[in-house]
């Protein structure tokens, strides 16, 4: 039976051979596959994601987690883990990415930071993986595996590899040091929805299956540091500053000084960026996913400005500008 007619089959029960059409709604950067559903007038998404490549139990198990700490998330209608089928309440097709501009950017990250600061105060962390230094170092490990080898067909010298070396232990060091919180792990303009006409409150929040326990400033680069959409960094400061303040009145363990947090945001920055810039070659490379080799520009940017802050990035500062000339 082909994956369709497995589609069509749960369907027909989950919805009890009630009519319905069924249109792509999107994809996403592994192997699932969403459609929205319209039955009796109601609208829902159909998560399809294949057993033996997704496990969909962790979204199951993260939307309920965010659900009881109040946040606007699919609610789950049906689920069928050993088929990998999930029934998902609707949250709209307007995503931040497509709703942001210069005018309504202040009141959207508004609203994302007043849900992320809900999400750090209530969601509870006890069943999550943590966020630790052989996580941190399997990610950074994806910048040399996959950009450096794929990508720029670059190979390192023993110098090189040396400075990668000390320059994720220096990463690293400094990401242990963070309060830790919920981290969602991907909450940019792609994941979050923008709902109004009976939706919800914004954000809606998508994509939170890969959830951990980690660094308190890893949602905000995620945020700010947006692959898919930029800002002037002097109105990134500024929202940044909102969220500290926000963060100290709810008794968070932040940075007292705002350019030691900006430090630590920064720091976990270039973690993030490395990872990120081998995540999109990798899924140009293997998996044929061409259209993110467009949003390198953006994250070797956001790499290269934060490297060129801080004295102790610089030795990494001078391998990315070697890169950019290859």
């Given at each position: 039976m082909t994956r369709e007619n497995q589609i069509a089959t749960w369907l027909n029960n989950s919805l009890k051979n009630q009519e319905y059409t069924i249109n792509p709604a999107s994809s996403d950067a592994s192997f699932r596959r969403y459609f929205r559903i319209t039955s009796n007038n109601q609208s829902y998404i159909l998560m399809d994601a294949p057993p033996d490549k997704e496990n969909s139990k962790p979204f199951v198990d993260i939307a309920n987690i965010l659900f009881k700490?109040?946040?606007?998330?699919?609610?789950?209608?049906?689920?069928?883990?050993?088929?990998?089928?999930?029934l998902l309440s609707d949250l709209g097709s307007k995503t931040y990415l497509g709703k942001l501009n210069h005018e309504n950017a202040s009141t959207l990250y508004k609203d994302a930071c007043l849900a992320l600061i809900k999400?750090?105060?209530?969601?509870?962390?006890?069943?999550?993986?943590h966020?630790?230094?052989?996580?941190?170092?399997?990610?950074?490990?994806?910048?040399?595996?996959?950009?450096?080898?794929?990508?720029?067909?670059?190979?390192?010298?023993?110098?090189?590899?040396?400075?990668?070396?000390?320059t994720f232990d220096l990463l690293i060091k400094n990401i242990r040091s963070h309060t830790e919180v919920f981290v969602h792990r991907d909450f940019h303009s792609r994941n979050l929805m923008f709902c109004d006409g009976g939706h919800g409150k914004n954000p809606g929040i998508l994509d939170f299956q890969d959830a951990v326990k980690g660094s308190?400033?890893?949602?905000?680069?995620?945020?700010?540091k947006d692959a898919y959409i930029t800002w002037e960094e002097?109105?990134?400061?500024?929202?940044?500053?909102?969220?500290w303040e926000l963060a100290k009145k709810n008794g968070f363990k932040v940075q007292e000084d705002f350019a030691?947090?900006?430090?630590?945001?920064?720091?976990?920055?270039?973690?993030?960026?490395?990872?990120?810039l081998g995540i999109f070659a990798r899924l140009n490379y293997r998996d044929h996913k061409t259209n993110y080799l467009n949003d390198l520009p953006a994250v070797e940017n956001y790499l290269r400005r934060a490297c060129e802050r801080y004295r102790e990035l610089h030795p990494l500062l001078k391998m990315i500008n070697k890169l950019s000339l290859i």
């Open positions: 700490a109040g946040l606007n998330v699919p609610k789950i209608h049906e689920a069928d883990l050993k088929e990998g089928f999930l999400i750090q105060k209530n969601a509870d962390t006890s069943s999550l993986k966020y630790d230094d052989s996580l941190l170092m399997q990610e950074l490990q994806l910048f040399p595996d996959w950009y450096l080898k794929f990508h720029k067909s670059y190979e390192m010298n023993d110098s090189e590899k040396n400075i990668l070396n000390l308190i400033v890893y949602d905000l680069v995620s945020l700010f002097e109105q990134v400061i500024d929202w940044l500053i909102r969220y030691e947090f900006y430090r630590d945001f920064e720091w976990m920055g270039v973690q993030r960026h490395l990872k990120v």
